[in-house]
């Protein structure tokens, strides 16, 4: 279950919320994973607003955007991670409202170590994780 984190310059984006929805969803069409509340509900994205000052290029342009998606080990392949590159870089630029943003959007994957996942309390694995789904899958 991914976590992503966006920071930008306060004012780029007009909707922070369903900036950090479109992402959510996004990701979780990536990692393919079923459509149920333990992914749903553990799926988010945080959107930062910093100051113009706070952010610098080594050139000192501070007009960029990060976005960081952690995401368990192993879940997304190559051909998953050139998708989720350019659709989260698709989104922010369509949420700023400026297609010139797409030169300047930096999207990271990092893969969090197995039992790096914490929920409830719990530091889960991979396995914890697909014992869950499959539980819940068998409730519907």
């Known amino acids: 279950m991914p976590m992503i984190d966006v920071y930008a310059t306060a004012g780029t984006f007009k909707s922070k919320h369903a900036l950090?929805?479109?992402l959510a969803e996004?990701?979780?069409?990536?990692?393919q994973v079923p459509a149920i509340p333990l992914f749903a509900d553990n799926t988010a994205a945080f959107v930062h607003d910093l100051p113009a000052e706070a952010i610098s290029n080594a050139a000192g342009d501070s007009n960029y955007v990060r976005v960081q998606v952690l995401?368990?080990?192993?879940?997304?392949?190559?051909e998953k991670q050139l998708g989720v590159v350019k659709e989260l870089t698709e989104i922010v630029t369509a949420a700023a409202g400026d297609p010139s943003l797409r030169d300047r959007s930096w999207v990271l994957i990092t893969e969090s170590p197995e039992g790096g996942w914490g929920i409830d309390?719990?530091?889960?694995?991979?396995a914890d994780i697909a014992a869950a789904a499959r539980a819940a899958l068998a409730t519907d």
């Open 20 to 22: 950090a929805q479109d």
């Open 121 to 126: 309390g719990h530091a889960n694995t991979t």
């Open 26 to 31: 996004a990701v979780m069409r990536w990692e």
């Open 71 to 78: 995401t368990p080990i192993g879940i997304l392949d190559r």
